[in-house]
């Protein structure tokens, strides 16, 4: 205080001219004081203090990623081979896309228990328009059910917005309610088979060695132009830039995660001489399409703005003219079309639809892994990349648990203490925010 | 106290920038009658109010007296019940914060109204993001809020990327109020906009609010405070129980008049200077 009592004495008050800007502002804050480029130091102090406050960033989640990897290796060296790890992406793919999802509605503060069986739905009706004997053109079968579920997301969320019930209740609703509708639709233990070249593919087949290099590599210059540009702008502006070294520093992460991921991938993982398994699955880039579509929503454009500012103070938001009823309908719209997304992957991979599908715990994975991976339960903080990472946790544990030949019963309650982990250190950086 | 000199050398520029003589002026904002009510709660029994540009209007009286609601009806928060809104001589509904802000109408709340999980430059700009070809403009956003804070003198923030939540309050304070004007507003609305500042904040928002004044832009001042309502006010309006009271010019007035209409609703010391004020 004594300090700030110093500073504010010594500076007379500025003119106000270029405080009621006609013309909008100009860049004229070279007088700001932390305008430019940041010391490498300076960076690493506000990345500690970023942890504090609860943004904790990937860090420690990926270091959790690896103990239980080491873990699972150490019990079963089947873990880390390329075929095991190649099943686990496919197997994760799904609580990932959903785990997408559910982000959007985590990060207005609200939840989404009826995501999985919508999910389902999603699926069947995919079958239902493949199948018969005048089977739509598969991209309609594509495009329909990810309407389809959206629409049963704005309506969910016009129930939550408009008369004002709490999504958990509505959701719970539609949790139970959507299952009966899987049922009715499939009749007792009834399956929809699918058949269809595209659904198989997305879910199962692999993409050539040569083309996944290729894409890979696009993916990461694509990534490394976008950074170097965005951050380049910000230095040359003068305003709060990173330092060149960790532009290039991400850069070469990204890079380095996507020649291991093309390594893995394009070992040959056949188990037979004959025959040979390589090639990255077309489903991670199903997943990296999302994960850039979900970033891209929720950072760069007003949606996703209005989404943080209503987790973060809804009244706030309000006063500053948002229309938060909509806002947060779309959230839950989208929720629910991205569990579509997920349902129709979910279709392809089992090549069909059966009263199997478990919506309850395809749905606790998924929030599962959006905590896991960073995202809080108490709303306004959240990250689309949150989903990826944690649904990697959660599937390296289903995974790992099946190698290690453990019981269903076993898996769940591994998976629930690591839920419960992941809930109870988001509560606690909540805690500590909000009490500063 | 060296606020006497400085208010009397701000009250003569108001003079200049304000424009026309005092009886044939139109007020920026006129509320004619204009109640409020929450269930059975009588927030606001016909208020009559009149802010003119140039001036800054104080509002004071007591714990839930009516300042804040009286704000929200005007910034659009909770909308009147009955009563008129006349904006620069017609009359206006505001509905909603939108339309304030259209009308050019910033203001600063008592609550602070800031999401803490945004940094500094999303919430000066919530809800009137920059754009280029539909996306958000970060660059252009950024610098035109650390232009703003820096005019501003707040020196304090390590980087208008900081969350708001990781501020001190009068950090945070000193944010809403670089929101409310960085707009091309006409009137600025500041509830208690010094409640929880230190000695050199209040100075500065002090200052601020003159200069803001003196530019010709209404300003309506809520503040428990009397040193400072002293130090800032061209006119003065006591709410007492949802009804205005008085509405007095700030220039000469006696401390203690102002005190009996915010305790009691009613002065014996000078009972002529309601009537004078109305004719103004
Ligand atoms: N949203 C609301 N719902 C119901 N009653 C309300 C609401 N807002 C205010 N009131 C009531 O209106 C009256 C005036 O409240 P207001 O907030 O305007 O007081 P105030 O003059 O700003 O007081 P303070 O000095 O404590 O800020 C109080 O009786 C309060 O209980
Ligand atoms: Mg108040």
Not at chain 1, 169 to 187: H, P, R, Y
Not at chain 2, 59 to 76: C, E, F, P, Q, Y
Not at chain 2, 122 to 137: A, K, P, S, V
Not at chain 2, 160 to 189: C, E, F, H, T
């Amino acid at each position: 205080m004594a300090e700030d009592t110093a500073v504010e004495k010594d500076q007379p008050l500025a003119d106000l001219e270029p405080m009621l800007p006609a013309d909008g502002g100009r860049p004229d804050s070279a007088s700001f004081a932390s305008g430019g480029v940041i010391a490498f130091g300076d960076y690493a102090r506000s990345y500690v203090a970023k942890v504090r406050s609860g943004d904790s960033g990937l860090l420690p989640v990926v270091i959790g990623l690896i103990v239980i990897a080491a873990a699972f290796q150490i019990s079963n060296s089947h873990f880390l081979t390329a075929l095991n790890l190649v099943n686990l992406l496919e197997q994760g793919s799904i609580f990932m896309l959903l785990a997408l999802g559910v982000i959007f509605v985590l990060v207005i503060g609200e939840i989404d228990l009826s995501v999985g069986y919508v999910a389902g739905l999603g699926g069947i009706i995919a079958g239902k328009m493949l199948t018969g004997a005048h089977p739509w053109p598969t991209w309609m079968a594509i495009i329909v059910p990810i309407i389809a579920c959206g629409a049963i997301g704005f309506l969910q969320g016009s129930l939550i917005t408009r008369i004002g019930l709490p999504s958990f209740i509505v959701t719970l609703a539609g949790f139970l309610g959507w299952n009966g509708v899987m049922l009715i639709i499939l009749g007792n233990g009834g399956t929809i088979p699918i058949n269809n070249n595209v659904f198989d593919d997305f879910a199962n087949a692999n993409l050539s060695v040569t083309v996944g290099w290729v894409l890979i590599a696009a993916l990461v210059v694509l990534y490394a132009a976008m950074l170097w540009q965005k951050d380049g702008r910000r230095r040359k502006s003068g305003l709060v830039a990173p330092p060149v070294g960790l532009t290039i520093l991400k850069i070469v992460v990204v890079a380095l995660a996507g020649i291991a991921l093309a390594l893995i991938c394009n070992t040959n993982r056949s188990q037979i001489a004959i025959a040979s398994i390589q090639g990255i699955p077309w489903v991670v880039f199903v997943v990296l399409a999302m994960l850039l579509l979900c970033t891209f929503i929720l950072t760069r454009t007003r949606l996703g703005r209005y989404m943080y500012a209503i987790g973060g103070n809804t009244e706030a938001a309000r006063r500053a003219g948002v229309n938060t009823a909509l806002i947060r309908t779309l959230s839950f719209t989208l929720c629910s079309a991205m569990g579509g997304v997920a349902g129709i992957i979910y279709a392809g991979q089992l090549r069909g639809v059966s009263t199997n599908v478990d919506g309850g715990q395809l749905v606790l994975y998924a929030i599962a892994a959006a905590v896991i991976g960073g995202t809080s339960l108490f709303g306004g903080r959240g990250k689309a990349v949150h989903a990826v990472i944690g649904g990697l946790v959660v599937a390296s544990i289903a995974n790992g648990m099946g190698l290690l030949e453990l019981s269903a019963a076993s898996e769940y309650v591994v998976t629930g203490l690591v839920l419960l982990a992941a809930v109870t250190v988001d509560a606690l950086t909540h805690r500590r925010a909000s009490a500063t | 106290m060296d606020g006497i000199e400085s208010e009397q050398v701000v009250a003569a520029d108001a003079q200049a920038s304000g424009g026309g003589g005092a009886g044939s002026r139109t007020p920026l904002l006129e509320l004619r009658k204009m109640s409020k009510q929450f269930g059975p709660v009588q927030a606001l029994s016909e208020i009559d109010l009149k802010v003119y540009p140039g001036e800054v209007t104080a509002v004071v009286g007591d714990n839930g007296a009516g300042k804040s609601v009286t704000l929200k009806t005007i910034s659009g928060i909770h909308p009147p019940d009955g009563g008129e809104i006349l904006w620069q001589g017609k009359p206006v509904h505001i509905r909603t914060p939108k339309d304030a802000s259209a009308l050019g109408i910033e203001t600063v709340y008592q609550d602070l109204a800031l999401c803490g999980n945004l940094d500094v430059v999303q919430n000066m700009f919530l809800g009137r993001e920059r754009t280029r070809n539909h996306l958000l403009d970060e660059n252009s956003m950024e610098s035109a809020a650390a232009a703003t804070l820096s005019s501003l003198s707040v020196t304090t923030l390590r980087s208008v990327r900081q969350s708001v939540a990781s501020l001190s309050g009068g950090q945070r304070q000193a944010v809403a109020v670089a929101k409310a004007v960085m707009w091309n507003s006409k009137l600025v609305i500041m509830d208690e906009p010094t409640a929880a500042l230190g000695v050199a904040q209040t100075a500065m928002v002090l200052e601020l609010t003159r200069r803001l004044a003196s530019r010709g832009l209404g300003v309506i001042f809520v503040s428990h405070n009397f040193n400072d309502v002293f130090e800032v006010a061209d006119q003065i309006a006591v709410l007492y129980l949802g009804r205005l009271v008085a509405s007095l010019p700030a220039k000469g007035l006696d401390r203690q008049v102002v005190v009996d209409y915010v305790t009691s609703g009613a002065s014996s010391r000078n009972g002529s200077q309601l009537a004078h004020a109305d004719g103004a």
